[in-house]
Nanobody, 115 residues
């Protein structure tokens, strides 16, 4: 059974940092491109960053230079280090395979950037 469990979100002031984690199970994690997605109220879900099995990375233009994606295949975990956070980063964040994601999605973790 495929499962993604995201954690690490919270309320942070503009300019602050958070580190998200996502533990995957039920898939051969090391075989998949993994991505972090986010969805803000009233907006479509968007791909924020993705990382291949070999470590090649793509970022959305809106987060380049501020976010860093990484993975630990031994732990079946993908991370998203988010620095210099802006109010526009406020959203519910999810991980899944990239680009489109498997049908199963986790609960996600809420990130709110506000003063």
């Amino acid at each position: 059974q495929v499962q993604f469990v995201e954690s690490g979100g919270g309320l942070v002031q503009p300019g602050g940092s958070l580190r998200l984690s996502c533990a995957a199970s039920g898939i051969r994690f090391s075989f998949y491109v993994m991505g972090w997605f986010r969805q803000a109220p009233g907006k479509q879900r968007e791909l924020v960053a993705s990382i291949t099995t070999g470590g090649s990375i793509i970022y959305a233009d809106s987060v380049k230079g501020r976010f860093t994606i990484s993975r630990d295949n031994a732990k079946n975990t993908v991370y998203l280090q988010m620095n210099s956070l802006k109010p526009d980063d406020t959203a519910h964040y999810y991980c899944n395979t990239s680009p489109g994601g498997l049908p199963t999605w986790g609960q996600g973790t809420q990130v709110t950037v506000s003063s």
